[in-house]
Protein backbone atom coordinates (compact mmCIF):
# COMPACT_ATOMS: atom_id res chain seq x y z
CA UNK A 1 0.00 0.00 0.00
CA UNK A 2 1.81 3.33 -1.25
CA UNK A 3 1.64 6.41 1.46
CA UNK A 4 2.39 8.99 -0.98
CA UNK A 5 -0.82 11.09 -1.48
CA UNK A 6 -2.77 10.70 -4.55
CA UNK A 7 -3.12 12.76 -7.03
CA UNK A 8 -6.28 15.08 -7.84
CA UNK A 9 -7.71 14.48 -4.17
CA UNK A 10 -8.41 17.36 -2.10
CA UNK A 11 -6.19 19.29 -0.52
CA UNK A 12 -6.28 21.33 2.66
CA UNK A 13 -5.28 25.18 2.13
CA UNK A 14 -1.84 25.38 3.99
CA UNK A 15 -3.20 28.30 6.30
CA UNK A 16 -6.05 26.65 7.33
CA UNK A 17 -5.45 24.10 10.33
CA UNK A 18 -8.23 20.66 10.51
CA UNK A 19 -8.66 19.08 13.95
CA UNK A 20 -7.44 15.06 14.17
CA UNK A 21 -7.92 12.32 16.44
CA UNK A 22 -5.20 10.28 16.20
CA UNK A 23 -4.97 6.42 17.83
CA UNK A 24 -1.58 5.39 18.52
CA UNK A 25 -0.23 1.53 20.01
CA UNK A 26 2.67 -0.91 20.66
CA UNK A 27 3.02 -4.30 21.57
CA UNK A 28 6.99 -5.07 20.59
CA UNK A 29 9.59 -3.65 22.17
CA UNK A 30 9.97 -0.39 24.42
CA UNK A 31 6.29 -0.12 24.19
CA UNK A 32 6.06 3.30 26.31
CA UNK A 33 9.62 4.92 25.07
CA UNK A 34 8.10 4.37 21.36
CA UNK A 35 5.35 6.10 22.08
CA UNK A 36 6.44 9.33 23.61
CA UNK A 37 8.69 9.35 20.82
CA UNK A 38 5.71 9.03 18.33
CA UNK A 39 4.20 11.89 19.54
CA UNK A 40 7.24 14.19 19.60
CA UNK A 41 7.77 12.84 16.06
CA UNK A 42 4.17 13.93 14.98
CA UNK A 43 4.18 17.31 15.96
CA UNK A 44 7.82 17.62 14.51
CA UNK A 45 6.25 19.11 11.55
CA UNK A 46 4.94 22.90 11.84
CA UNK A 47 1.78 21.52 9.99
CA UNK A 48 1.11 19.24 12.94
CA UNK A 49 0.30 21.22 16.35
CA UNK A 50 -0.32 19.11 19.57
CA UNK A 51 -3.75 20.24 21.16
CA UNK A 52 -3.88 17.17 23.86
CA UNK A 53 -2.64 13.96 24.06
CA UNK A 54 -4.52 11.08 26.45
CA UNK A 55 -2.74 9.21 29.39
CA UNK A 56 -1.39 5.77 27.85
CA UNK A 57 -3.81 2.41 28.59
CA UNK A 58 -2.99 -0.64 28.68
CA UNK A 59 -4.92 -3.25 26.46
CA UNK A 60 -5.67 -6.76 25.34
CA UNK A 61 -4.80 -7.50 21.78
CA UNK A 62 -7.93 -7.16 19.81
CA UNK A 63 -8.40 -9.37 16.37
CA UNK A 64 -5.08 -10.67 15.16
CA UNK A 65 -3.17 -13.53 16.33
CA UNK A 66 -3.76 -15.18 19.26
CA UNK A 67 -0.84 -14.80 22.11
CA UNK A 68 0.29 -11.53 21.33
CA UNK A 69 1.66 -9.14 23.78
CA UNK A 70 -0.45 -6.41 25.62
CA UNK A 71 -0.39 -3.25 23.73
CA UNK A 72 -0.14 0.42 25.46
CA UNK A 73 -2.64 2.73 23.41
CA UNK A 74 -3.46 6.17 23.74
CA UNK A 75 -5.01 9.23 21.98
CA UNK A 76 -4.13 12.79 20.54
CA UNK A 77 -5.83 15.51 18.91
CA UNK A 78 -3.62 17.33 16.91
CA UNK A 79 -4.88 20.76 14.44
CA UNK A 80 -2.98 20.00 10.30
CA UNK A 81 -2.73 21.80 7.86
CA UNK A 82 -2.32 18.41 5.83
CA UNK A 83 -4.06 16.50 3.71
CA UNK A 84 -5.76 13.44 5.02
CA UNK A 85 -3.48 11.60 2.69
CA UNK A 86 -0.81 13.59 3.52
CA UNK A 87 -1.74 12.73 7.16
CA UNK A 88 -1.81 9.63 6.48
CA UNK A 89 1.94 9.06 4.57
CA UNK A 90 3.23 11.32 7.72
CA UNK A 91 2.12 8.45 10.51
CA UNK A 92 3.53 5.86 7.95
CA UNK A 93 6.87 7.10 7.71
CA UNK A 94 6.66 7.63 11.50
CA UNK A 95 5.55 3.72 11.91
CA UNK A 96 8.26 2.89 9.44
CA UNK A 97 10.74 5.13 11.64
CA UNK A 98 10.04 2.69 14.52
CA UNK A 99 10.45 -0.52 12.66
CA UNK A 100 6.82 -0.75 11.78
CA UNK A 101 6.05 -4.47 9.68
CA UNK A 102 2.99 -5.28 7.81
CA UNK A 103 3.58 -9.11 7.55
CA UNK A 104 0.01 -10.41 9.71
CA UNK A 105 -3.40 -8.51 9.21
CA UNK A 106 -3.91 -7.01 13.45
CA UNK A 107 -0.53 -8.62 14.60
CA UNK A 108 2.14 -7.65 16.87
CA UNK A 109 3.84 -3.93 15.78
CA UNK A 110 5.92 -1.74 17.51
CA UNK A 111 4.16 0.62 16.25
CA UNK A 112 0.62 1.12 15.07
CA UNK A 113 -0.89 4.90 13.98
CA UNK A 114 -4.48 4.87 12.63
CA UNK A 115 -6.38 8.82 11.63
CA UNK A 116 -9.65 8.22 13.38
CA UNK A 117 -11.54 11.54 12.40
CA UNK A 118 -10.08 14.67 10.35
CA UNK A 119 -12.18 17.20 11.32
CA UNK A 120 -15.62 16.13 10.00
CA UNK A 121 -14.61 14.68 6.81
CA UNK A 122 -16.63 11.34 5.89
CA UNK A 123 -15.28 8.99 2.87
CA UNK A 124 -14.73 5.02 2.22
CA UNK A 125 -11.50 4.84 0.12
CA UNK A 126 -9.17 1.76 -0.21
CA UNK A 127 -6.41 4.17 1.19
CA UNK A 128 -8.23 5.84 4.00
CA UNK A 129 -11.48 5.35 5.59
CA UNK A 130 -12.62 8.25 7.34
CA UNK A 131 -13.93 7.88 10.38
CA UNK A 132 -11.67 4.91 10.91
CA UNK A 133 -13.89 2.00 10.14
CA UNK A 134 -13.92 -0.06 13.30
CA UNK A 135 -13.36 3.11 15.87
CA UNK A 136 -16.68 2.98 17.76
CA UNK A 137 -16.20 -0.54 18.19
CA UNK A 138 -12.47 -0.30 20.23
CA UNK A 139 -12.34 0.80 24.16
CA UNK A 140 -8.57 1.02 23.51
CA UNK A 141 -9.37 4.53 21.22
CA UNK A 142 -12.49 5.40 22.35
CA UNK A 143 -11.52 5.12 26.77
CA UNK A 144 -8.29 7.13 26.06
CA UNK A 145 -10.05 9.56 23.50
CA UNK A 146 -12.58 10.17 26.20
CA UNK A 147 -10.13 10.84 29.07
CA UNK A 148 -8.96 13.90 27.09
CA UNK A 149 -12.36 15.12 25.30
CA UNK A 150 -15.64 13.64 27.21
CA UNK A 151 -18.00 15.76 25.08
CA UNK A 152 -16.27 14.04 21.62
CA UNK A 153 -19.11 12.74 19.41
CA UNK A 154 -18.00 9.66 16.48
CA UNK A 155 -20.74 9.65 13.62
CA UNK A 156 -23.00 11.32 15.55
CA UNK A 157 -23.09 9.17 18.48
CA UNK A 158 -20.90 10.58 21.87
CA UNK A 159 -18.17 8.48 22.23
CA UNK A 160 -19.17 7.80 25.96
CA UNK A 161 -22.38 5.79 24.76
CA UNK A 162 -20.52 3.62 22.17
CA UNK A 163 -17.88 2.86 24.57
CA UNK A 164 -20.62 1.35 26.97
CA UNK A 165 -21.12 -0.87 23.99
CA UNK A 166 -17.63 -2.03 23.57
CA UNK A 167 -16.80 -6.04 23.99
CA UNK A 168 -13.10 -5.12 25.09
CA UNK A 169 -13.90 -2.33 27.67
CA UNK A 170 -13.48 -4.44 30.43
CA UNK A 171 -9.78 -5.01 29.14
CA UNK A 172 -8.30 -1.46 29.34
CA UNK A 173 -6.30 -0.68 32.07
CA UNK A 174 -4.54 2.37 33.80
CA UNK A 175 -0.66 2.06 33.03
CA UNK A 176 2.30 3.49 34.75
CA UNK A 177 4.64 4.61 32.81
CA UNK A 178 7.24 4.11 35.11
CA UNK A 179 6.76 0.51 35.64
CA UNK A 180 7.71 0.62 31.66
CA UNK A 181 10.87 -2.22 31.69
CA UNK A 182 10.33 -3.28 35.16
CA UNK A 183 10.76 -7.21 36.27
Known amino acids: M ?4 VAGRASASRSEYTRAVLALGSNLGERAETLAEAVSDLVDRPEV ?4 VSPVV ?4 VGGPEGQPDFLNMVMIVLTSLSPYELLA ?3 AIEAKHHRTREV ?3 PRTLDIDIITYNKLSQDDPLLTLPHPRASERAFVLYPWLLIDPTAVLEGH ?7 DCADADGVEG ?3 LDEGQP
Do not use: F, M, N
Not at 49 to 52: K, N
Not at 58 to 61: E, F, L, P
Not at 158 to 164: A, G
Open 2 to 5: SAAP
Open 49 to 52: RLVD
Open 58 to 61: QTKA
Open 90 to 92: HCQ
Open 105 to 107: RWG
Open 158 to 164: PIVELLE
Open 175 to 177: YDL
